[in-house]
């Protein structure tokens, strides 16, 4: 298995831009470095991630690919309205929205676009079968992950891998776990349990770099649950 456990020191944990300890200590913060070296092995062209609130997920996403001096396009698309499992921004939305922008543009100018629309409005700006690599962590009620899931799933290409943040968590009307079990149940995949759960899902085929990977998925899976 020729994946790269890489240790990058993270940019973003020290953004002026954004709340103490969002970066380090958040849901996603988990992830990190899964994120970062998936991007440095898989070398994307395409990524695009729906739901991005502060960005820890995104910003990870950009320095592996600048760090790797990687072409991929990434777009994060988030209307910075809130919902109901983080709560609606209300006023403070653009505040939130001009952080991420500002952060972006300082440090990754070249590397991410901010998409502010919804994720059906942003739908039509990605031809099919382009996403190599698609990270779904909008609302996560179970009829609005699997309409995520199935308007972009004809966006995404041939052995191309999706994301599902939040395959752990099982309180309020959260049922990202309940599409995954039925999603995980048909295609090749490996799920982080720590950090409220990642599922990494390959439902257009495996690579035969990825089927090695796949193979040997519990050594990742010890790996990045240690932090």
């Known amino acids: 298995m020729d994946w790269k456990f890489y240790r ?3 940019v973003a944990d020290k953004a002026p831009e ?3 300890g969002m970066m ?3 849901a996603w ?3 990190r470095r899964f994120a970062y070296d998936l991007v440095r092995f898989a070398k994307p062209k395409v990524m695009v991630e729906l739901g991005t609130l502060y960005g820890t997920s995104f910003f990870s996403f950009c320095q592996a ?3 790797g001096g990687l072409s991929t396009a990434c777009f994060a698309v988030d209307t910075w309205q809130g919902d109901p499992h983080t709560g609606m921004y209300g006023q403070i939305n653009d505040g939130i929205y ?3 922008q500002s952060f972006k543009n300082r440090e990754f100018p070249n590397t991410g676009t901010l998409l502010r629309k919804t994720f059906d409005e942003a739908l039509p700006l990605f031809p099919n079968q382009t996403i190599d690599i698609l990270h779904i962590d909008g609302y996560h009620a179970y009829e609005s992950v699997l309409h995520d899931y199935t308007s972009w799933l004809p966006k995404l290409a041939p052995n191309g891998i999706v994301l599902f943040h939040d395959t752990s968590v099982k309180v309020m009307n959260f049922g990202v776990h309940l599409l995954w079990d039925q999603l995980s149940a048909i295609y090749p995949s490996m ?3 720590h950090s409220n759960g990642l599922g990494v899902l390959f439902p257009k085929g495996v690579t035969a770099e990825f089927q090695d990977v796949l193979a040997q998925q ?3 899976i010890l790996r990045y649950s240690r932090g």
């Open 8 to 10: 990058p020191a993270f």
């Open 218 to 220: 519990h050594k990742l």
């Open 29 to 31: 913060s988990g992830h």
């Open 18 to 20: 954004m709340p103490a």
């Open 65 to 67: 690919i600048q760090d």
């Open 98 to 100: 001009s952080a991420i």
């Open 24 to 26: 380090t200590e958040g």
């Open 191 to 193: 799920r982080f349990q």
